[in-house]
Every structure is written in structure tokens, then in C-alpha cells.
């Protein structure tokens, strides 16, 4: 009952932003109050709209601020994108890939370069940050369950590091912030919780399986709320 009022509360949440058009995202690390740049491409120039977070910053440019790129369709374009940030400007021209329908980049402030996508440095960092709160949450439960057996620690262990490790590791691949994130979490744990159930059905004895079962289930739970509360600290 608890996953599906969270599942209809993150729906109603994505479904709000559901109307949200293309853009490019201009990822940049650290906290910048003074951000603000330009996009140039096709004779049109584009104003980037910050977005600001404790630990990145964010311009994004929506091609639907300008008629001529609502239906903007190519997967390579020149383009000179200006940055303004803690007093100094920055002027970039490449050829960058459209590749999505939300096309991610980073500014990397040692080298004044532009790269698709995110670092690894950052997603491992993140992923890895993830994967290891969760499972501890999840130990903790297991272990007020007042399960010891070798068996279900190994099992635990590796079904977590599998399942925790794809889960984060699909929503590292989601845009830094937006609530499509978290309507995703809420799907990719009922998978795993489905997964978890039937893995550990046939590792435990058969009479304790009603209560592992139910352990699982609350670990789940918890791994949902956790997993919902840190996408709301930290980013993607």
C-alpha cells in the first residue's frame, strides 16, 4: 500500500512537469549565484535559465524560446555557448552532439572545455555513494530481523550489490534534477523487490520464509525512502 501511494504521489509530481521541451543542459560544478551564458547556433541565440543546487550549477537552454528550433531535430551543430560566472566570461565553440531529448554537457573550469555527458569521476562518486547508504540501511534491517544465517548475508550482498548497482546506475543516466527520477525509482524497486522475493525464497528454510519475506519487503520500503531523499539532496 506504501509503494503505491508513493507511485501516485511521484506520478501527480511528474505529470506536472510533464510538458517540459528539449533542451541543452550545461552542467557545471559547485555553487554559482552569478551564473548566466548565451547559446549560439543556426543564427539564433539562446538564453540560459540557471538553475542553482548546493553542489552544481546548471544552464539550461530550451530551443522552444525561439520558433525556428521547436522542432530542432539535428544530431550536429556549431555552436558558441558563453558562460558568465564569478566574474569571468567564458566563450566556447564546438561542434556539439544533439544526441537526446534532453542533450547533457559539462564545463569543466580547470581546462575551460566543454565535454558530453558527465564525468565518471562524478557518477562513480554518486553511484557508489548510493549504492553503499543503501545498503547499509537495508544490512540494519536484516540484522533487527534478527537474521545471521552465512547464507542469507552472501545472498543479501550480492542481490544488493547487483540490483543497487544497475538501479543507480540507470538513474546516474536520468538529467541532474526532475522528478521523472523519482516515478523511475519507484519502478525500478518494484522490480527489485519482485527479484529480491524470489531469490531469497530459495535460500531460505521454509520456516522462516514469511519472515524474511517480510523483511525484505521492509527493507525495500526503506531503500525507496532513502533512495527518494537523496535524490532530492544530492544530484544525479
Known sequence: MLMLVLLGAFTVNAKANADEPPMLWILISGEHKDLSGTLQLEGVTLFGRPYITRYESYLRFYFSDESQLNSYTKEKVQAIVTIHLTGEKYIIEDVLQMRDYNTMYTFDLDQKTLFEGKSLA??????????????????????????????????????????QGILHGLLNAEVPVGSYAMLALVFYEIVILIVEWLVFFFVSEDQRKAKLMLTVFVANMASLILGGFLITMLPL
Open 122 to 163: 562524478r557518477s562513480v562518486l554518486l553511484v557508489g555513494l548510493r549504492v553503499i547508504l543503501t545498503i547499509f540501511v537495508e544490512a540494519l534491517i536484516f540484522f533487527l530481523f534478527g537474521f545471521k544465517e552465512k547464507r542469507i548475508w552472501i545472498a543479501f550482498i550480492l542481490i544488493n550489490l547487483f540490483t
